[in-house]
């Protein structure tokens, strides 16, 4: 079993990565200090396990299990909280795993029994996950950080985090969707074309047409096609022209020109 603890505490982390080890002493016990480091780590090394500290600075706990869980197979996740009445009521009710710091080997030991059965489960496994979205829905703030990347997989199913900025564009093709970055790969997405379009168009990734969003800023320009249709002729080496479909031609050349 592979564990990763969260937490920006290092005692916190020493702490239950010791208990662990007691628990479960064939188990591969790694630490991050920080959201984003937690996320390399898992698109790097793939968990079965994190243990989530909830309030951390940068990304709290929170906002990183909402990006876990756009991972293609996301790990199983159990919440760290200091002891609060409300929060911990809130995990039950909801049927999330958690414990509360400081931790207790006893409590520490049963939200092992249940981890090692919803492994070996894949029902038990959605289900914890499935709990974990709804509660995110609900107590997730608007405003809190997000992760600016996204997942997507390599021909030999490896995920890795693709930073928006990076994205050229996306393209619906054959009931799979697929992004080319601009190191001049593509990746296969999880997610549809219609799923990604309002996540993205706030980072000037918009429908260009009924198969493609394309990143503005990688737009080298807009060429005339027949029809009334256009081009976009990309920054990427090839010069790779995307359709723009007339219903969005005029919206794109506005906001090209603000």
Not at 48 to 53: I, N, S, T
Not at 167 to 193: C, F, H, M, P
Request: charge should be negative.
């Amino acid at each position: 079993m592979k564990i990763l603890i969260v937490d920006d505490e290092r005692p916190a982390r020493g702490e239950l990565s010791f208990m662990l080890g007691q628990i479960e002493a064939s188990a591969d016990v790694d630490e991050a200090r920080n959201g984003e480091e937690a996320l390399a780590h898992v698109a790097r090394h793939r968990p079965d396990v994190v243990f989530l500290d909830i309030a951390m600075p940068g990304m709290s706990g929170l906002a990183v299990a909402a990006a876990l869980l756009d991972e293609p197979d996301p790990p199983l996740i159990v919440f760290a909280t200091a002891f609060d009445v409300h929060a911990v009521r809130a995990f039950e009710l909801a049927a999330l795993d958690y414990v509360v710091k400081p931790v207790a080997e006893q409590r520490l030991a049963q939200t092992m029994i249940r981890i090692r059965a919803a492994l070996k489960g894949r029902d038990l496994r959605r289900q914890q996950q499935e709990s974990v979205r709804s509660y995110l829905q609900k107590s997730l703030p608007a405003d809190a950080p997000r992760l600016d990347k996204v997942w997507a997989e390599r021909e030999n199913e490896t995920a890795i985090l693709v930073a928006y900025a990076d994205i050229l564009w996306v393209e619906a093709d054959n009931k799979k969707t697929y992004l080319q970055t601009a190191q001049g790969e593509r990746l296969s997405l999880r997610a549809t074309l219609k799923e990604l379009e309002e996540r993205l168009a706030a980072h000037q990734i918009v429908r260009v047409h009924k198969t493609y969003l394309a990143n503005l800023n990688h737009v080298v320009e807009i060429v005339p096609w027949f029809s009334g249709a256009y081009v976009l002729r990309m920054d990427d080496a090839a010069g790779t022209e995307i359709p723009l479909s007339r219903q969005f031609a005029k919206v794109i050349r506005d906001m090209s020109n603000a």
